[in-house]
T-cell receptor, first 113, second 112 residues
Framework: KNQVEQSPQSLIILEGKNCTLQ??????????LRWYKQDTGRGPVSLTI?????NTKSNGRYTATLDADTKQSSLHITASQLSDSASYIC????????????FGTGTRLKVLA | SQTIHQWPATLVQPVGSPLSLECTVE??????LYWYRQAAGRGLQLLFY??????ISSEVPQNLSASRPQDRQFILSSKKLLLSDSGFYLC???????????FGPGTRLTVT
């Protein structure tokens, strides 16, 4: 069964600290993996996208890694800011069709001052 | 640049009433269009997708329906809402053959 699991479910950190969010997937055939940031009550916004051959991708203070062998990805946030408080969603696309996306349930991050 | 609009932003409807949510995309042609529902603490659930005018595919059998009367317009409807239809509805678009999906601002639907 195609699944995407994220951990932790929620996380609280102090402003300025770093954190790492995890995504494990059992999706085949794999096409690409994306990380989205979703503010409360808003639509998700793309942070990074990685294909099978890429193992790291950065977007400002966000760095995503992908290990296609172990089917794991992580999103590392450096020097967190209050505005990083949001849900972070991992999405894996199947290679068979442009509409086959498997969504994780997300990690809810809260950054405290 | 491309933009995606959804309305209304919030909606409170009684059980048994009809529903119409609208999504429009600007700045692109022949996009793939999607309707998702996001329940609290759950991942996004794909409801419908469309690869062209009048072409709708349903992923989850339910009392919702979708239509695409124009290239960049996608409508989600129901004849009679259920309590279980409450949730956050998101419209998204993508370019055929490309991986990136772009989401609208969402509609919060509460069925009372």
């Amino acid at each position: 069964k195609n699944q995407v699991e994220q951990s932790p479910q929620s996380l609280i950190i102090l402003e300025g600290k770093n954190c790492t969010l995890q995504c494990n997937y059992t999706v085949s055939p794999f096409s690409n993996l994306r990380w989205y940031k979703q503010d409360t009550g808003r639509g998700p916004v793309s942070l990074t996208i990685m294909t099978f051959s890429e193992n790291t991708k950065s977007n400002g203070r966000y760095t995503a890694t992908l290990d296609a062998d172990t089917k794991q990805s992580s999103l590392h946030i450096t020097a967190s800011q209050l505005s990083d408080s949001a849900s972070y969603i991992c999405v894996v696309s199947l290679a068979s069709g442009t509409y086959k996306y498997i969504f994780g349930t997300g990690t809810r991050l809260k950054v405290l001052a | 640049s491309q933009t995606i609009h959804q309305w209304p932003a919030t909606l409170v409807q009684p059980v048994g009433s009809p529903l119409s949510l609208e999504c429009t995309v600007e700045g692109t042609s022949n996009p793939n269009l999607y309707w998702y529902r996001q329940a609290a603490g759950r991942g996004l659930q794909l409801l419908f997708y469309s690869v062209g005018i009048g072409q709708i595919s349903s992923e989850v059998p339910q009392n919702l329906s979708a239509s695409r009367p124009q290239d960049r317009q996608f409508i989600l409807s129901s004849k009679k809402l259920l309590l279980s239809d409450s949730g956050f509805y998101l419209c998204a678009w993508s370019v055929s053959g490309r991986y990136e999906q772009y989401f609208g601002p969402g509609t919060r639907l509460t069925v009372t």
